[in-house]
């Protein structure tokens, strides 16, 4: 089943969680029409990127809101100051796998445990990104990607 967005109010409102399952329900959505058309394969991969970026995000953020950025800027009682947000980058896929093998990294939550991984999903990851960051930074190419 598709996950719900909250429709009683005229806003559209997200958050991090919210993001991750959108990203897993397309890519659901995606792969099952792959068949239809060869160039859905290009949101599976956008899709399945973007949920598992999203899910490290999630284990990666402190309640405070650290814990994702490349570099924190806090205010003087030391809480992240959110009003100097734009100043402030997002640590990006490779980052936040790298991060969540550490357990220094993983975002405080109580029996936390980092993710320990291998050299084929270390691979895959790396493979992922690669492929997701050349559909959505395309530049004029041929390039293909063998389907099965």
Request: aromatic share 14%; proline share 2%.
């Amino acid at each position: 089943m598709p996950f719900q967005f909250d429709h009683s109010t005229e806003w559209y409102r997200t958050g991090l969680k919210e993001e991750a399952l959108d990203y897993l329900d397309k890519l659901d959505l995606f792969f099952d029409k792959k068949e239809e058309c060869a160039s859905y394969w290009k949101w599976v991969i956008i899709s399945l990127h973007g949920s598992i970026y999203h899910f490290m995000l999630l284990v990666l953020r402190n309640s405070d809101g650290s814990g994702v950025w490349i570099e924190e800027i806090r205010d003087a009682s030391g809480l992240i100051d959110f009003s100097k947000e734009e100043k402030m980058w997002l640590i990006n896929f490779t980052q936040a796998f790298e991060r969540i093998k550490d357990k220094d990294k993983m975002g405080g939550f109580v029996g936390a445990t980092p993710y320990v991984s291998d050299k084929e999903t270390d691979d895959g990851m790396e493979k992922l990104n690669e492929w997701r960051n050349n559909l959505i930074h395309y530049k004029p190419k041929g390039w293909s990607i063998e389907i099965a």
